[in-house]
């Protein structure tokens, strides 16, 4: 980011903040951009994972945070959409076309087809966010923490716990 997009960033929180209405028009979420959405959803889905799995640990931050990490990548996403994929609505699909199909760039931890499943996946959790269906959001998020779970500890089994 620009310092001059920070400082403007900056200058609206702080209006904000200090009860002046110097806001942008608020976009609807049909209209955003989809990263935007992705954006939003990844932060949904870490702060739903990192919350589910104080049910199993509260004490060792590291361990919590290397597991979060591997829960929330994007090769794992892609595991979980492609689960669900099936009980999706069309509108919900048609959502993640949008977030799979922005150009963006791909990190080396994951292929083009994993990086690209999880922007969509991320971009439909983003959505049902900002158009307030937290009964939906929670629903695919939970179906996705136990896919990827599911996953994750067969992956474990197979490479004999290493």
């Known amino acids: 980011m620009d310092f001059g997009h920070f400082q403007f960033l900056m200058k609206n929180v702080m209006a904000q903040t200090s009860g002046k209405e110097e806001r942008q028009k608020e976009i609807p979420p049909e209209r955003m951009h989809p990263l935007v959405l992705a954006y939003i959803g990844d932060a949904c889905f870490t702060m739903f994972v990192r919350t589910a799995l104080l049910n199993y640990e509260q004490n060792k931050v590291r361990v919590l945070h290397t597991y979060d990490a591997k829960i929330v990548s994007a ?5 979980a959409y492609r689960e669900l994929e099936s009980s999706l609505t069309d509108a919900e699909i048609a959502i993640v076309k949008r977030g799979r199909n922005a150009k963006s760039n791909v990190p080396k931890s994951a292929t083009v087809g994993e990086y690209r499943c999880s922007t969509g996946f991320e971009a439909l959790l983003g959505f049902l966010f900002l158009t307030q269906n937290y009964d939906r959001l929670s629903e695919i998020a939970g179906q996705a923490f136990m896919i990827i779970s599911r996953e994750m500890t067969n ?3 197979n490479s004999g716990g290493k």
């Open 75 to 79: 090769k794992m996403q892609a595991v």
């Open 155 to 157: 992956i474990d089994k």
